[in-house]
Nanobody
């Protein structure tokens, strides 16, 4: 599965961005999709995940209530709507795919190239 993330950019604190991730795999609907992020000097961390048909979602406490993950299996795409952005949300954001369910980065098999989100104060 090849993943292509897009939608990052520079935004002021309190603003919004929508990240997109397009998958090459026609079996996209068979994968759990996740978003992770990595800030400079920090380890990659879990942000959000969504089950294969989108019936369930899970969020890191740090983004709960501000970020929304969704998917469109007809378009082989997953999205991350980010609202009320904070400077601490600044990071490279990665989409990832895996069989089964989980939120640990080590369990994800396929990764996109990342898209940079910068939130200015």
């Amino acid at each position: 599965v090849q993943l292509q993330a897009s939608g990052g950019g520079l935004v002021q604190a309190g603003g919004s961005l929508r990240l997109s991730c397009a998958a090459s795999e026609r079996a996209f609907s068979g994968y759990t999709m996740g978003w992770f992020r990595q800030a400079p000097g920090k380890e990659r961390e879990f942000v959000a995940a969504i089950t294969r048909i989108g019936g369930s979602t899970y969020y890191a406490d740090s983004v709960k209530g501000r970020f929304t993950i969704s998917r469109d299996n007809a378009k082989n795409s997953v999205y991350l709507q980010m609202n009320s952005l904070k400077p601490e949300d600044t990071a490279v954001y990665y989409c990832a795919a895996r069989a089964g369910w989980g939120i640990r980065a080590v369990d994800y098999d396929y990764w996109g190239q990342g898209t940079l989100v910068t939130v200015s104060s």
